[in-house]
């Protein structure tokens, strides 16, 4: 019962058995332990370290008196800033009219979900709240097992495999990359063959790259330029714009999908009505990049890139699998090694792991099961972002080359999640 005495059977069936999402409950967890003066390591919620370029603070501050309603698409000269940016940077050049604005791209993943009939396809791991959408929605989720072998990344084969018994039927795929959790993307023979399975089977793909300016090489290539006729782009200004609580998301559609976005633009209508008017006037800006922002790109990914391979030849080197990142700020270790270990002490999934290490480590990572893995699997996710991004690019700004983010500069400004990975090297070591 709940407090107006309401029977509880009347929540929406869609809705019962859920919870609130892994990656905010650990950040308010984490937050209520520090208040309580426990030492916390936060490795769990992954927001930007960075703060957001001086240029898109200015243009918000410039922009703080614009209150009218904005169109529910989004700003006019935004969705031309994201349309160029695209065509540009990828050379894919969809029309402004394909672009989509709205409260952040979790928003718009929803109502794509919503507007389309078809199943949801996920590989596994996967980002937390994808087959949650799809389950308040009530349509089917059907997880795709990746392989440790390949870094979890999606092959060709497995997608092939899925659809063949039904090859007509309607899906929506997500492939995320740069990936959050494991941090890893895809070569373009890779995208290349993906693309050819989508097209043959008439797939609605919806490529989450909102990590993608956070390739560590920044040599991202989206998946549209193989597979443009049935691909739609999901980015935003949170991850590679440090701005997560700005909450601004975008989606670009090419023409063959332009049905799809103005169903969309129904829902949004009737339920956001248009997204923060400070916010797109200020997200233009980041849009038009520049090269503050060029600057401000190139060495976020020095100090990550570093930082995610140093933690991830530490953990190998102790017998903790774990893929090298090519992006973002995600690492995937499995602890499989130690299985026989952890079980004599109790521990006998992920969940139970990443308790036990909360408890008496004070290091908050997020479990397995979380991004869709079979619970009795050891896996969890690191977010290496618990660091001063204002002080470390300050610093990095007077560095000339990735090279002089050393070992040094990163004890100086990363300590504090080094000292998290050696707990958990400490930790299973006894």
Known sequence: MNNNNIPDVNLNLNVRGLHQSATLY????????????KQVYKLGLGQSPFPVPQPVVDELKVNAYQKDYLPVKGLPQLREAVADYYCKNQGICYSPEGVLIGPGSKELMFLLQYVYYGDLIIPTPSWVSYAPQAQIIGRHVHWLPTLRQNKWRLTAEELEAHCYDDPHRPRIVILNYPSNPVGVTYSVEELKSIASVARDHKI???????????????????????YNEGTIISSG?????????????TFIFPDSLHWLLNSMAVMASETFTSTSAPIQYAAVRAFKRGEYIENYLWR?????????NKIAKKLNENEIYCPSPDGAFYLFADFYKFKRKLNNKEIKNSVQLCDRLLQETGVAILPGKEFGMPSEELTVRIAYVDFDGVKALSAAELLNSKNQVNDEFLEYYCGNILKAIDLIIEWIDN
């Open 26 to 37: 650990i950040n308010e967890k984490s937050n209520e332990l520090r208040k309580a003066g």
């Open 204 to 226: 609605i793909l919806l490529s989450d790259e909102i990590y993608g300016e956070l390739n560590h090489k920044g040599k991202h290539v989206s998946i549209a330029k193989f």
């Open 237 to 249: 200004i949170s991850k590679w714009c440090g701005a997560g609580g700005w909450r601004l998301g």
């Open 300 to 308: 976020s990914r020095w100090i990550l890139s570093k930082l995610g």
